[in-house]
């Protein structure tokens, strides 16, 4: 084609000359610029070149407007109609072929250039896209999320209790109603297949007391060894000669103490049962043990208590101690002033007590030796051999 020829209406020669070259003005960033500084001229460069098509196709058709190139000649979509009926003039005819690969990475990354290299966004719709895919991004993040966590919480309920370094944790049931204890026990008892060691400071009432009488003699009968340590004041409650009996015709080894440090029960030596309680007040309940470790420590409390005490002998009066070990230093002096034939007021002189306090504790002692009256206890000590 000539020169002197007109040219065809269309898009003009350097849009054409664009494909396959770079785009004009790309060469005018410096080259150690760094690849952002490159970047940034070579899309600017696409839009000028993209400017130009549109311009120069608007120009060759009478009658219509310049198109609206938006940020440097662009638009957001790129859906602009050609007067002509042909293909929209779009950001895909100005191509990025020749660029750096670090340029054309930058560009892609911030959606500013299709990874076809075949379109040009303007920075509205790249934001857009950018902040859609970070959102979509952001959703699937918080799914798997909170999947992760609901296993982590469904695999933490299937860990054991934690323990500390070197410690043993122990298992504990707390009980402040009496019944349910009682209930609790009668679920152990069978349970029990070797050993019972029980302590008594005191017994329920009758009724209770026959029904734990049926229980322990069906465990005994079962072959479990059976020691039961009471204090003196506990035999004398209704009904608690009779059951003690009973227990030891049944096989029970039974020792009788001035007193006992608390009710405590011990089943094979794994599960302490004991009284939670301060002094008389019976309301704060009673606990239950769990473990072989703490069992043992109370298994030495029961044997310390357990040595010191007396057998009991069948058809002895309720209360009466036995042996000289039933009676305290102190009561053992008093029953040796008693027997040289000291007055009450010499005595209580001689130990720093006030006569009323001699007084109780005389009464205390006629009872203990099963006697009626301060001469017969002194008969009593001097042969139970209190005295000297």
């Known amino acids: 084609m000539s020169a002197g020829e007109d040219r065809p209406t269309g898009r003009p020669d350097a849009a054409r000359a664009g494909r396959g070259q770079p785009p004009p003005g790309a060469a005018a ?23 130009v098509r549109q311009a120069g196709t608007a120009g060759d058709s009478p009658g219509t407007e310049p198109a609206s190139t938006g940020m440097g000649g662009a638009e957001p979509d790129g859906t602009e109609s050609e007067p002509d009926g042909t293909e929209p003039s779009s950001p895909g005819d100005a191509t990025a072929d020749d660029l750096p690969e670090d340029v054309t990475r930058w560009l892609t990354e911030r959606r500013l250039l ?14 857009v896209e950018l902040l859609t895919d970070y959102r979509e991004r952001l959703a699937d993040a918080c799914t798997t999320l909170q999947r992760d966590l609901r296993a982590v919480e469904d695999v933490t309920r299937l860990l054991p209790p934690p323990r500390l370094h070197g410690h043993d944790t122990v298992p504990v049931e707390f009980f402040t109603d009496r ?15 070797h050993e019972l060691l029980a302590m008594r400071t005191t017994f329920p009432e009758p009724e209770v007391l026959e029904e734990s009488l049926v229980t322990d003699l069906r465990l005994l009968a079962r072959g479990a060894s059976c020691r039961l340590l009471v204090s003196a004041s506990a035999l004398r409650r209704p009904g608690a000669a009779r059951y003690v009996e009973s227990v030891a015709e049944a096989g029970a080894e039974v020792r009788v103490a001035t007193s006992v440090p608390l009710y405590l029960l011990i089943i094979d030596r794994e599960l302490t049962v004991m009284w939670a309680g301060l002094g008389s007040d019976r309301d704060r309940g ?16 029961f044997e310390h208590s357990w040595a010191a005490a007396s057998p009991h002998a069948p058809g002895a009066p309720a209360g009466r101690a ?16 008693l027997a040289t034939g000291a ?26 030796l099963g006697v009626e009256s301060r001469f017969a206890a002194g008969v009593r000590a001097a042969r139970l051999g209190l005295v000297d």
């Not at 080259?31 to 899309?43: L, Q």
């Not at 299709?114 to 934001?127: H, I, M, Q």
């Not at 009673?286 to 409390?301: M, T």
């Open 29 to 51: 960033a410096p080259a150690d610029g760094g690849t952002e500084a490159r970047a940034r001229a070579a899309y600017a460069a696409l839009l000028r070149q993209l400017t």
């Open 114 to 127: 299709n990874p076809s290299r075949a379109g040009v966004s303007s920075p509205e719709r790249a934001v």
């Open 179 to 193: 019944d349910q204890l009682r209930k609790r026990v009668d679920e152990f008892h069978p349970l029990t297949r």
């Open 286 to 301: 009673d606990v239950a043990l769990h473990g072989s470790l703490i069992a043992a420590c109370f298994v030495q409390v």
């Open 322 to 337: 036995q042996t000289a070990r039933d009676y305290t230093p102190r009561e053992r002096e008093v029953l040796a002033l």
């Open 343 to 368: 007055k009450d007021e010499s005595i209580a002189r001689r130990l720093g007590i006030s006569e009323r306090t001699l007084r109780r504790l005389m009464t205390q002692l006629v009872e203990k």
